[in-house]
Nanobody, 126 residues
Framework: QEPFVESGGGLVQPGESLTLSCTANTFAIANYGIAWVRQAPGGEREGVSC????????YYAIPWRGRANISKDDAKNTVTLQLNGLKAEDTATYSCAARPGGCYYPPFRFSEYTQWGQGTQVTVSP
């Protein structure tokens, strides 16, 4: 069984918004820091945002400050990422990942993330 099931991706026009969700299947998100990570074809993995185990701390990569909002619902075992003002260069596969130690600096040390989802595709095109 996949650790996460991501949903909410799709094709949108520049300037539009999307809300992505990932639901954990095999563990409780309350025990992990959860990050959203993206990867474009031929590109490197990039962190977008992460949220702490308790949900009280969030971090956003610089390109996403003011354009993204991450939240969690422990009862639903789900983390949500709202993306606003999408640009063509935001086209990528967006995935969830879980780190046992939580969301702390540096937030995107990917070797420390133990659970990864398959991702949901976001395409931004006129």
């Amino acid at each position: 069984q996949e650790p996460f099931v991501e949903s909410g991706g799709g094709l949108v026009q520049p300037g539009e918004s999307l809300t992505l969700s990932c639901t954990a299947n095999t563990f409780a998100i309350a025990n992990y820091g959860i990050a959203w990570v993206r990867q474009a074809p031929g590109g490197e993995r990039e962190g977008v945002s992460c949220i702490s185990r308790q949900g009280g701390f969030t971090y956003y990569a610089i390109p996403w400050r003011g354009r993204a909002n991450i939240s969690k619902d422990d009862a639903k075992n789900t983390v949500t990422l709202q993306l606003n003002g999408l640009k063509a260069e935001d086209t990528a596969t967006y995935s969830c990942a879980a780190r046992p130690g939580g969301c702390y600096y540096p937030p995107f040390r990917f070797s420390e993330y133990t659970q990864w989802g398959q991702g949901t595709q976001v395409t931004v095109s006129p």
